[in-house]
């Protein structure tokens, strides 16, 4: 039966669409052309601006801290936050499961301000410990999701079984249970590491001075004149997220 | 047993939620009822004034126009993302995990890089303006950038991969030997697609508008970095009164508004599955 080629087309279109803008970052990043309009010839010196960038990598030293640390504990919080809401029915996860899913649709200047406003009430200091803490709030809702998704697919069974052969709770918790969804906590922890890279709003409204995380610096740089330095770092970012995404891909396909 | 069991594992999730998501949230409803001093600080006692200043001309046109632009970006997102994600779901298992990735790619792609590379696109030399004045499309003095039409296109640019991912999710779940009957059954590529597919991703579809339609209500880099002085949104005015003057009542009280409006539709959602629920056939 014959098929109609709009859907193909708009496909195609929507893919250039995405594409085109990264394509022009990535070629003006060899551009010696300042702004961009035409092609000027072929250099490395934006990446070598770069690579002398000190402030950048400072920047880029914060994120990764900052990333690193928020997602560790926003997989344990919401590993913890999954097991529970999965095992558990009482007006305790109804409350527990109404402020895990909120923050999912709550705007993120919404949360920048309102943590804004907590840590300005309870006179703490801002800098790295306020940015870890925003962090991590914004992304236990989505480690608690993807760990959610894996453990309804689990066979509870399997823990009655190690039970039965005389492994204690905590040995069959230890033994079986972690294991077997370590995948979804995983899966789960990257895309923690994902969003804490990628947030600008509200890690703006609770660093404090002295606190750069990349998109912040990336941010500034734009309002100055170091625009082709700009390009030659979103090419580096971008082929990391690409490969990143590839190696998800990978590690989905492997335990699928 | 089970029960302290279920206390032990719950608490430190809830708590840190408690902590860090519902107070402060409470504390910024809080201020919206706290007059504010002249120096910008937060007053003292309790008054009405904060909310019912916000009544003020100079918020309306700002409350349309978000809705508007969330709304129309909506429209946009979901009528591309359709198609695009029937193709998906159709062409063959290694031609899809590719399609996957692309569209994966810059959704994950940082948000700020993204920004600016439509900034830089659409600069008066950039690229794409350039291009369009060579083919004659437009005008020599043409201004692409800071205008509604670049906040637009950039909002549809960073929200469709939510909206092709999420309607992705539901169409994977289609039956598709239903589109074949339609056709058997005389049905135009055209009408098989509007009234057996729709239909059938309709509550995708209805989670990709909430979606979109969510997240566009709050943003607030999109309009300040490619949009001009009069393409402000609300969380822009926000963002002004918390910073620009340190207002934080009437900061707060914005604030409160833009979660009304973020619930509203969310309800709506809620309600609606409800009542799909019901309607199911036995």
Redesign the interface.
């Given at each position: 039966?014959?098929?109609?080629c709009?859907?193909?087309l708009?496909?195609l279109a929507?893919?250039v669409?995405?594409?085109?803008?990264?394509v022009?970052?990535v070629v003006?990043s060899f551009n010696a052309s300042r702004?961009?309009?035409?092609w000027e010839g072929f250099t490395w010196q934006w990446y070598e601006r770069l690579w002398d960038a000190e402030e950048v990598w400072d920047a880029f030293s914060i994120t990764l801290k900052v990333a690193v640390v928020s997602s560790i504990t926003a997989m344990?919080?919401?590993t913890?936050?999954a097991?529970?809401l999965h095992?558990?029915r009482?007006w305790?996860?109804n409350?527990?499961s109404m402020?895990?899913t909120?923050?999912l649709?709550?705007?993120?200047?919404?949360?920048g301000?309102?943590?804004?406003?907590?840590f300005?009430?309870l006179g703490v200091e801002l800098g790295m410990a306020t940015i870890w803490?925003?962090h991590?709030?914004f992304c236990?809702s989505f480690v608690?999701m993807v760990v959610l998704g894996r453990l309804q697919d689990f066979d509870f069974t399997l823990l009655d079984a190690a039970r039965d052969l005389g492994a204690s709770p905590r040995v069959a918790a230890g033994k079986v249970l972690v294991p077997l969804l370590l995948p979804g906590i995983l899966a789960g922890g990257l895309l923690a590491f994902?969003l804490s890279?990628?947030d600008?709003?509200i890690t703006f409204?609770v660093s404090g001075p002295g606190n750069t995380t990349?998109?912040l610096r990336?941010?500034s740089m734009?309002k100055g004149r170091n625009?082709p330095m700009?390009?030659a770092l979103?090419t580096l970012?971008?082929a990391s997220?690409?490969l990143?995404?590839?190696l998800a891909?990978r590690l989905q396909r492997r335990y699928a | 047993m089970s029960r302290r069991r279920?206390?032990l594992?719950?608490l430190?999730?809830?708590a840190?939620?408690?902590a860090?998501?519902?107070?402060?949230?409470g504390?910024?409803i809080l201020?919206a009822f706290r007059p504010s001093d002249l120096r910008g600080g937060v007053g003292e006692g309790w008054s009405l004034e904060t909310l019912k200043a916000l009544a003020e001309a100079e918020y309306l046109p700002v409350v349309w126009r978000t809705v508007w632009m969330s709304a129309l970006t909506m429209v946009i997102c979901v009528s591309?993302a359709l198609?695009?994600a029937?193709?998906?779901v159709?062409v063959a298992e290694t031609w899809r995990?590719w399609?996957?990735?692309?569209?994966?790619?810059?959704f994950?792609?940082?948000?700020?890089?993204?920004i600016?590379?439509?900034?830089?696109?659409l600069?008066p030399?950039?690229?794409l303006?350039?291009f369009l004045i060579r083919c004659g499309l437009v005008a020599e003095d043409v201004m692409l950038l800071n205008n509604a039409g670049a906040v637009l296109l950039v909002l549809v640019?960073t929200q469709?991969?939510f909206a092709?991912l999420t309607i992705f999710a539901a169409a994977e779940k289609f039956e598709f030997h239903l589109l074949?009957a339609a056709?058997d059954l005389g049905a135009s590529?055209?009408q098989a697609?509007v009234r057996v597919f729709v239909p059938g991703v309709r509550r995708g579809i209805l989670s990709a508008c909430v979606m979109v339609f969510?997240?566009s209500?709050?943003?607030?880099?999109v309009p300040q970095?490619v949009g001009g002085p009069t393409d402000e949104m609300l969380?822009n005015k926000?963002?002004q009164r918390?910073f620009g003057d340190r207002n934080?009542p009437h900061?707060?009280a914005l604030?409160a508004c833009?979660?009304l409006a973020?619930l509203v539709p969310?309800l709506i959602k809620a309600i609606v599955s409800r009542l799909s629920e019901k309607e199911v056939p036995p």
């Open positions: 039966m014959k098929r109609s709009l859907p193909s708009v496909t929507v893919l669409f995405f594409f085109a803008p990264l022009m970052l003006n702004f961009g309009g035409e344990v919080l919401g913890l936050a097991y529970a095992c558990f009482s305790l996860q409350l527990h402020l895990v909120l923050p649709v709550m705007p993120d200047i919404l949360m301000m309102s943590l804004l406003a907590f300005l009430a803490i925003a991590v709030t236990v608690t994902t890279i990628d600008y709003v409204f990349l998109p990336v941010a734009m625009l700009i390009h979103s970012m971008i997220t690409f990143l995404a590839a891909f | 279920e206390f594992l719950t430190p999730p809830l840190w939620m408690m860090f998501f519902a107070i402060p949230a504390l910024v201020m591309l198609p695009m029937f193709h998906t159709r995990r399609l996957l990735l692309l569209i994966v790619v810059p994950l792609t940082n948000f700020i890089i993204r600016f590379a439509w900034k830089t696109l600069h030399e950039g690229t303006t350039q640019y469709l991969p092709i074949d056709r590529p055209w697609f969510v997240c209500l709050g943003q607030y880099v970095f969380a926000i963002t918390a934080l900061a707060s604030a833009l979660m973020v969310l």
